[in-house]
């Protein structure tokens, strides 16, 4: 084993597939961490924006210092947008980053177990979707994980790293070290709905939703609040629209259906906002206008 194969844990290759938000951050932390990407999006159009966004984080990371300006271009030349999923077969190492919906994830991970070669890890950036569940739907149930990123990825520091109940040490140890090689830190947490990060944050966003539609207070008195009393970076409403409504509720129902307790319903005014299609930045509007 090279040292380079000693500091990432054997995986030299990374495929992402789903290049919105997420994807598009794990290709770019990838890509200039020394990793060969292969990414894709079922979506072509999807896949071009996905590509254009990292490009256009590596070269505003080298504007700011960030990454050597005479690194973008040797970056951007070790990925591949793949058209098709099967040129994914041959990477260490496949991170799934599509929407946040299991039935969506089960089939994509079903595709993959039958394209990849044995030894592949399949990872989820699933923010709380239950890994033991997706990777039953595998023949590989021992070499499938959890990573979940953080937004923006190419900035936070936090990989959350969740074993299935069949995940042996031999996967978790690859992909942690292949997380520390991407200048991340990884925090192992134990498969359970919402994680760690989404069992804390979500119930928090949710409350500060429904404080709003109680009228405790405005959106920007609720953020105000959080942010100069709690010392938080970014209040939880403005936060929410970061993330996306679709997503927060996509995660409030997993916590809800999955631990079975009140304080885990989604506010009516999530659902509402989704419903109306206010999803946040993404849509151009959510609890604040973009």
């Known amino acids: 084993m090279t040292r380079m194969d000693e500091i990432t844990g054997g995986v030299a290759s990374l495929g992402v597939v789903g290049l919105g938000t997420m ?27 996905g590509r254009d966004k990292v490009v256009g984080g590596l070269k505003k990371f080298a504007e700011k210092g960030k990454f050597p300006a005479d690194q973008v271009e040797p970056a951007l030349a070790r990925m591949t947008l793949a058209e098709d999923l099967e040129e994914l077969s041959g990477v260490d190492l496949v991170v799934e980053a599509v929407i946040e919906q299991e039935g969506a994830k089960l089939a994509l991970h079903r595709k993959l177990d039958g394209l990849c070669g044995p030894e592949t890890i399949l990872a ?124 927060c509720l996509a995660i409030m129902r997993v916590l809800h259906d999955g631990l079975g307790e009140d304080k885990y319903r989604p506010s009516p005014l999530l659902v509402k906002m989704v419903d109306a299609g206010r999803l946040g930045r993404k849509s151009g509007r959510g609890f604040y206008r973009y």
């Open 23 to 49: 994807g598009a951050g794990i290709v770019q932390a990838a890509l200039q961490s020394g990793f060969r990407v292969v990414a894709h999006d079922a979506d072509e159009v999807a896949a071009h924006r």
């Open 124 to 247: 989820s950036n699933t923010s709380s979707i239950s890994i033991t569940r997706l990777a039953a739907a595998t023949k590989r149930p021992d070499r499938f994980i959890g990573m979940h990123f953080m937004n923006p990825v190419p900035l936070m520091k936090l990989v959350e790293v969740i074993r299935g109940l069949d995940t042996t040490d031999e996967t978790y140890d690859r992909v942690r070290h292949c997380a520390q090689a991407m200048d991340k830190i990884p925090v192992e947490v134990n498969d359970f709905p919402g994680f760690v990060s989404n069992r804390v944050l979500m119930p928090m966003i949710n409350e500060a939703i429904c404080c709003l539609h109680e009228g405790v207070g405005t959106a920007e008195a609720i953020d105000e609040v959080m942010k100069l009393g709690m010392n938080h970076p970014m209040g939880p409403l403005a936060l929410a629209d970061l993330i996306g409504l679709d997503v």
